[in-house]
């Protein structure tokens, strides 16, 4: 098994910045792919950005690409999500989640199987 934990949502205005910490722990070894999720009331989950824990392609939504980054600390099995130029519409429940399945759509929630509580994120304008 393996426990993902989630750290570092708050409030901030439109235009900030947060970066989002993902501590795991466990039989890390079995994930061979990591990202982050986000929810917003009322909307299904949404996949964020994802890359591989080894050498591969990282991947983002369209509504992200260029504003926020994925990245992963081997030596501290943490995965990091830096995100700028905070908008409103951002605002929502974010998910760390890894997976030892070889699904193909990086976005889908059902090829991850390894999640974490989740950390609020709340952007006002």
């Known amino acids: 098994q393996v426990q993902l934990v989630e750290s570092g949502g708050g409030s901030v205005q439109a235009g900030g910045s947060l970066r989002l910490s993902c501590a795991a722990s466990?039989?890390?070894?079995?994930?061979?792919?990591m990202g982050w999720f986000r929810q917003a009331p009322g909307k299904e989950r949404e996949g964020v950005a994802s890359?591989?824990?080894?050498?591969?392609?990282?991947y983002y939504a369209d509504s992200v690409r260029g504003r926020f980054t994925i990245s992963l600390d081997n030596a501290k099995n943490t995965l990091y999500l830096q995100m700028n130029s905070l908008k409103p519409e951002d605002t929502a429940m974010y998910y760390c989640a890894g997976t030892s399945l070889d699904g193909d759509i990086w976005s889908r929630p059902q090829n991850y199987n390894y999640w974490g509580q989740g950390t609020q994120v709340t952007v006002s304008s």
């Open positions: 890359m591989y824990t080894g050498r591969g392609p990282t």
């Open positions: 466990g039989n890390t070894d079995r994930t061979n792919r």
